[in-house]
Nanobody, 124 residues
Framework: QVQLVESGGGLVLPGGSLRLSCAAS????????MAWYRQGPRMERELVAT???????KYADSVKGRFTISRDNAKNTIYLQMSNLKPDDTAVYYC??????????????????WGQGTQVAVSS
């Protein structure tokens, strides 16, 4: 069974920085695109940044120049370095991955996986 586990959230002052991590574990044949989403209070979940297996990244306009997504394929892990944080960045941050898992009979199973989320709060 494949799972994604996020870590690194917390409370930070405006202008501060945090680094989120998301590690995938289980019987994994391949991971294609990975991404960070967030959902603020009374908001819909929105895409923050994506990264391909080749390392190509894209960002939401609201975080360009402040957030950096990176990836370690050997560890099946992505990171989100967040700088110059603003109160509007307050949200639960979720990791997403397009995974090709290996089933019990060694079959391949394509899945869209989500982590459990990690809270980021930006407040003075």
């Amino acid at each position: 069974q494949v799972q994604l586990v996020e870590s690194g959230g917390g409370l930070v002052l405006p202008g501060g920085s945090l680094r989120l991590s998301c590690a995938a574990s289980g019987r994994i044949a391949r991971i294609d695109d990975m991404a960070w989403y967030r959902q603020g209070p009374r908001m819909e979940r929105e895409l923050v940044a994506t990264i391909s297996s080749a390392g190509n990244s894209k960002y939401a306009d609201s975080v360009k120049g402040r957030f950096t997504i990176s990836r370690d394929n050997a560890k099946n892990t992505i990171y989100l370095q967040m700088s110059n944080l603003k109160p509007d960045d307050t949200a639960v941050y979720y990791c997403h991955a397009s995974v090709l898992a290996i089933g019990a009979s060694s079959e391949y199973i394509a899945s869209n996986m989500w982590g459990q989320g990690t809270q980021v709060a930006v407040s003075s």
